[in-house]
């Protein structure tokens, strides 16, 4: 359903047109997490829920996939305005 948007995710992970916001970093110390969680989780998950932020109205995506250590993980993303990818927040499900 959400192809399209997780091959345009994937291609910022890939060309490292991403960026993570203080608190996706807050959260990866707090779990002991690194970005390279973040990258596979967003390489080799899936999109499993579309959520419209109220504030922005903008579309955001949970991601769901892997760690490096196969821990079970949820990226929060959306694609930004300058054409970034945004890591909002993760956390291990």
């Known amino acids: 359903m959400f192809d399209r948007i997780m091959k345009r995710m994937r291609e910022k992970i890939r060309t490292r047109q991403y960026v993570m916001t203080i608190h996706a970093e807050e959260e990866m110390d ?4 690194s970005v390279f969680d973040v990258e596979r989780c967003i390489l080799t998950g899936e999109i499993i829920e579309r959520q419209k932020d109220r504030v922005t109205n903008e579309w955001k995506y949970l991601v769901e996939g892997k760690s490096i250590v196969d821990n079970n993980l949820i990226v929060v993303t959306k694609l930004g ?3 970034k990818l945004v890591v909002i927040t993760l956390y291990i499900a």
């Open 81 to 83: 305005p300058t054409g």
């Open 30 to 33: 707090d779990d002991g997490l």
